[in-house]
């Protein structure tokens, strides 16, 4: 599994212009099968996405097509974890 950490690197009147974009974008890989689950950072600095464990590198050109990745808007940080244990009711993330 991933978890892809967005952290904003300018004012949020300019994110704000890429977000329709961005939401078009998050709903994409909802709809093939990729993402777990996403949003904002609170204080809104950013945003979070979970990914399903596949390769690295197709989560790294998942993350080049998003739309605040290819306007400069955002820091991406990539992590790759295995989750070994969950709270009940949690357990399918054992094997995502």
């Known amino acids: ?9 300018v004012d949020l009147a300019e994110v704000d212009k890429h977000l329709d974009a ?39 050109a998942i993350v080049k097509e998003d739309p605040f990745y290819q306007a400069d808007v955002a820091n991406f940080e990539v992590i790759e974890f295995e989750p070994s244990m969950t709270a009940k009711g949690f357990e399918a993330l054992l094997s995502l």
């Open 1 to 9: 599994m991933f978890i892809v950490s967005l952290t904003y690197k």
């Open 22 to 60: 961005h939401i078009e974008y998050i709903k994409k890989y909802y709809e093939n099968g990729y993402f777990i689950a996403s949003g904002r950072k609170k204080p809104r600095s950013g945003g979070v996405i979970l990914i399903k464990s596949v390769e690295r590198e197709i989560v790294d």
